[in-house]
């Protein structure tokens, strides 16, 4: 079995941005020697328990610390970003550490309204651009490798004879591996659809796994990058010597998840001692349950 890391860089109620940091270091150093295959960040804004706000900025800063394994986003939110500012950082990250990089790919914003539209900025996009998300998914792509996009040109309404080339990169060598993120059967009909790899979040949902990597399965259709369906279960995980100290450990995200899942205000995450101690709500507590 191979094994991977999927990180959010979690901030806790005694540490700083900068010890969340040193700490996913670390454990990515500990992954890449112990021969894991993957070290994905994630993408989330704007809450005070997670530090992964912009994966190529962390993938860029991991690749210098390690030699191996492969490093990527599980995912980047691409309704948040333009498709060339995209495709721009990881063919760059690509040309960094060439056949170590992968481009996760997620539909959803990865965050609250308010910090959507300041993510977007003043040019103005808005829920139209999920419904151009598979458009967009192609132009990352294309952009990435090394013919580009080409670009039809129009003048006063006619159409020029000359066409615009549009690159990621100048020279790309080699292009990033690109896997489609979701956590609903619309990425697993699209993933089947474009030939794309395809992970399900069973991580953050815990249902409708088996439902979207059957469609996914059912539905593929090979293409140039893949020949066949390929996938990998998300799951978490509390590693300890006792199962009652792993219990223990679990606890703080736990709590974190039923406190998001009931809108309550969002802290750093407790150290394990605090969770111990908290109060929970009776539909908080159900939520608790349901995650072990």
Known sequence: MR???????????????????????????????????????????????????????????????????????????LPNHAPLAVAEQFALLEAAAPGRIDLGIGRAPGSDPVTSVALRGAAGRDDTDIERFPQYLDDVAALMGARGVRVALTRGGVAQQEDYILKATPAAASEPRLWLLGSSMYSAHLAAAKGLPYVFANHFSGQGTAEALAAYRAEFRPSAELSEPTTFLTVNASVAQTRAEAEDLLLPNLQMMGRLRTGRPLGPLDLVEDALGATVSAQEQLIIDAGR
Do not use: C
């Open 3 to 77: 094994l991977s890391v999927l990180d959010l860089v979690p901030v806790r109620s005694d540490q700083s941005t900068a010890d969340a940091l040193a700490a996913t270091a670390a454990l990515a150093k500990t992954a890449d020697r112990l021969g894991f295959s993957r070290y994905w960040v994630a993408e989330h804004h704007n809450m005070a328990a997670v530090a992964a706000t912009s994966p190529p900025v962390l993938i860029a800063y991991l690749a210098a610390q390690t030699s191996h394994i492969r490093l990527g986003s599980g995912g980047v939110m």
